[in-house]
C-alpha cells in the first residue's frame, strides 16, 4: 500500500498517528493539551529589503510530529507527481524540494531579453485553517476524510495560518500553491515565457521583442515602474493570493537580470558586491580576529553562523555551476579558495581552545567520553559546571566542506599531507594561534609515513615512542602510546574485554577489512553503538597517558608563546 493510499484510508486521529509513527495520545497531547501560546517561540529576523520577519519556531515535542508529517507529504507529493509522469524539466516550483533550489530556479532564465520578478505578498499568512483543511478534503488526489484534515490542518496552522518556522509549513504551502503554478503556466505559455516559483518568488522570461502587457507593462508616468498585467493579477488571485507591488520590476538584456537574487544574464552567479562584501569579511576575520562590516564609519560585527553561511551560499552556487562547465572536477576559483582559506583559519588559527584532530570520528568519540569520565583527573582538559561536564578541548570536524575543501576526510594519509601542507594553510593569518593544534595519529605500521615525514619537518629521528612532538607554529603530533605492544591504536587503550563485546550478534572487525557484515561490526559502530551509550560503566583508565599527553602538550606550548613575547 503507497503511504496516500494509507492515508486516504485513514479516518481519525489514531490512524494518522500511527502512519506518522506517533502515539495517539501524544499526538492528542500535543494538539490538545499543550496550551496554544506554549506552542511557538516567537523571535524575529531582519529583511535584506528591511524591515523584519516574524518565525515561529514550533516547541521540539510538536516539531518532531510536524517533521513526520512534512516527510509524509513530501513523499506523496513525489508520488503524485511520479504517477502523472511529470518530467524534472517541467517542474515550475523550486522552493523547498530535494535536488532543487533557488539555482535551479534562476537556471531557466539564463540569457533572456527580458526577466519579470514579482512576489506573493504576505505568502504562508494568506493560507489559513479554512485553506488548508479545504485542500486535503477537496483536492482530487488527496481526498481525505474529514477528521484526518481537520488534524492535519491543526498539527500546521498557528493563529489561523502557516506560520513561518513550522517544518511542515513548505511543503502545504507548495500543495496549496500548484494551482497557482499551473495556472501561471499556462499564461506563460499562451505569451511564449517561462515561468518559475521559488515559495513567494514569481519569475517570468522571455526572448521576444516586447515583453507581453497581459503579464506586465511599463507605468506611462514612471518608466522605471513595472504594472501586473490583468492576465497575472487574474490567476494570482482566483488562487487566493496576493502580489507585493512594491517588488515588481523588469530587467534587461543589456543591465544585470536576477532571479531569487542570483544574476542569470549569461550564466548563474552571485552578485559581484555580495561576494566582495564576503571577502572583506574574511579579511577583517584573518587580520583582527572578529569579521565585521563597515557602514557610515561604524563597524558592525558579523557573526561566524553568519560569514560561514554566505561563504557556504556562494560555494554551493559556484560548485553547481561548475559541474555545468567543467562536469564533476572541482575548479578552485577565488571563491572556492576564499572558503578554504576561511576553513583554515576557524579550525586550525582562529581557534579559542585547543583543537584535537583525530583520524576520524570514532577518535572524537572515544576522547568526549574518556574526558566525561576523568574529569576530576584531567581539570585542565574538563569541567564540571552546574552538574555538566565542560569540554576545554575543541575536535576537528569532517565532513563535506573539509572533504571537498580542505582535503580531509580521515585516515593517517591525509594527516600525513597536513604536517606539510600546514605552514602553507595558516599563512597570511595576522591574528590567532592562542592555542596548539594537535594531530592524533596511531602508533602502528600505517604511522610509518606520518613519522617519516614529521622526522624530516622536525630534523630528528621519529620513533612514536615519545609523549608528544612539536612540529612548528601552533602544531604538534601525538602518537597513541602503547600498551605493553610495538604497535597501537587508539581502540588498544580500552579493556580487552570491552573489544569482545557482541553487537547485534557480530563481532567487532578492529581492520575495517573483514567483508561479511553479518558476522562483524565496525569501529564506527563500536564508536557509536557500545562506547557513546554505555561511557558511564566503562573503564578509560587506559586513556590515562594520552591524556597525559594532551595535557603536556598545552603546557609546552604555553611556555614557547610566553617565551616568544619576552623581551
Known amino acids: 500500500m503507497s503511504k496516500l493510499e494509507a492515508l486516504k484510508k485513514a479516518q ?123 485542500f486535503f478534503v477537496k483536492n482530487e488526489d488527496f481526498a481525505l476524510d474529514p477528521k484526518v484534515a481537520t488534524v492535519i490542518a491543526q498539527l500546521a496552522c498557528h493563529g489561523n495560518s502557516l506560520p513561518q518556522g513550522s517544518p511542515c509549513s513548505p511543503i502545504i504551502s507548495d500543495l496549496i500553491g500548484h494551482i497557482l503554478d499551473m495556472r501561471l503556466s499556462k499564461v506563460a505559455t499562451r505569451y511564449r515565457c517561462t515561468y518559475t516559483r521559488y515559495v513567494d518568488d514569481l519569475t517570468f522570461s522571455t526572448n521576444e521583442s516586447t515583453f507581453p502587457k497581459a503579464i506586465a507593462y511599463e507605468d506611462k508616468d514612471n518608466q522605471h515602474k513595472w504594472v501586473a498585467g490583468d492576465a497575472l493579477l487574474k490567476s494570482v488571485f482566483k488562487s487566493g493570493f496576493k502580489l507585493n507591488d512594491a517588488k515588481t520590476r523588469v530587467q534587461y538584456q543589456s543591465s544585470r537580470q536576477e532571479a531569487t537574487g542570483l544574476i542569470v544574464n549569461r550564466k548563474v552567479a552571485v552578485p559581484t558586491e555580495y561576494y566582495h562584501a564576503t571577502r572583506a569579511m574574511c579579511h577583517n576575520l584573518f587580520k583582527e580576529g572578529f569579521a565585521f562590516t563597515v557602514k557610515d564609519g561604524v563597524a558592525k560585527p558579523v557573526s561566524d553562523a553568519v560569514l560561514r553561511g554566505r561563504l557556504s551560499y556562494i560555494h554551493h552556487v559556484r560548485s553547481m555551476q561548475n559541474k555545468l562547465e567543467n562536469g564533476p572536477s572541482l575548479k578552485l576559483t577565488a571563491p572556492f579558495k576564499l572558503y578554504q582559506q576561511y576553513l583554515n583559519y576557524v579550525s586550525f588559527f582562529g581557534i579559542s581552545k585547543p583543537v584535537i584532530i583525530g583520524e576520524g570520528i570514532t577518535d572524537t568519540i572515544y576522547l568526549k567520553a574518556a574526558l566525561n569520565q576523568l574529569a576530576g583527573k584531567f581539570p585542565s582538559l574538563v569541567e564540571v559546571a552546574g552538574g555538566e561536564n565542560v569540554h576545554k578541548l575543541g575536535f576537528f570536524k569532517y ?104 553487537y547485534d550478534g557480530r563481532q567487532l572487525d578492529l581492520t575495517n577489512k573483514e567483508p561479511d557484515g553479518s558476522k562483524f561490526y565496525s569501529k564506527h559502530i563500536f564508536a557509536k553503538s557500545v562506547v557513546r551509550p554505555n561511557q558511564d560503566k566503562i573503564d578509560f583508565k587506559g586513556f590515562e597517558p594520552l591524556l597525559t599527553a594532551i595535557d603536556q602538550v598545552i603546557t609546552d606550548y604555553a611556555a614557547r608563546r610566553a617565551a616568544r613575547s619576552a623581551p
Do not use: W
Not at 414 to 419: P, R
Not at 443 to 453: E, L, V
Open 399 to 502: 565532513g563535506n566542506s573539509s572533504r571537498e575543501l580542505m582535503g580531509l576526510s580521515g585516515g593517517t594519509g591525509e594527516l600525513k599531507n597536513l604536517l606539510g601542507e600546514y605552514r602553507k594553510r595558516i599563512s597570511g593569518f595576522k591574528f590567532g594561534g592562542a592555542h596548539p593544534v594537535i594531530i592524533l595519529v596511531d602508533n602502528d605500521d600505517g604511522a610509518k609515513a606520518f613519522f617519516s615525514t614529521l622526522g624530516t619537518i622536525t630534523k630528528t629521528k621519529v620513533s612514536g615512542t615519545d609523549a608528544f612532538y612539536y612540529v612548528y607554529a601552533n602544531l604538534y603530533a601525538v602518537p597513541i602510546p602503547p600498551t605493553g605492544n610495538s604497535v597501537a591504536a587508539i581502540e588498544g587503550l580500552f579493556d580487552p574485554t570491552l573489544l569482545k563485546t557482541i
Open 12 to 134: 481519525s486521529l489514531s490512524d494518522l498517528a500511527c502512519i506518522l509513527e506517533e502515539q495517539p495520545k501524544v499526538l492528542s497531547y500535543v494538539l490538545y493539551k499543550i496550551p496554544t501560546n506554549s506552542k511557538y517561540k516567537a523571535f524575529q529576523i531582519p529583511k535584506k529589503s528591511g524591515g523584519t520577519r516574524t518565525i515561529q519556531a514550533p516547541v521540539d515535542r510538536l516539531k518532531r510530529i510536524q517533521k513526520s508529517l512534512a516527510s509524509l507529504l513530501q513523499d506523496i507529493h513525489l508520488e503524485i507527481q511520479k504517477k502523472r509522469g511529470v518530467k524534472a524539466n517541467c517542474i515550475v516550483s523550486h522552493g523547498f524540494k530535494p535536488k532543487l533550489s533557488i539555482i535551479t530556479n534562476a537556471r531557466n532564465h539564463r540569457n533572456k531579453t527580458y526577466v519579470f520578478n514579482s512576489d506573493l505578498k504576505d505568502f504562508f499568512p494568506s493560507i489559513n485553517f479554512g485553506r488548508v483543511y479545504g
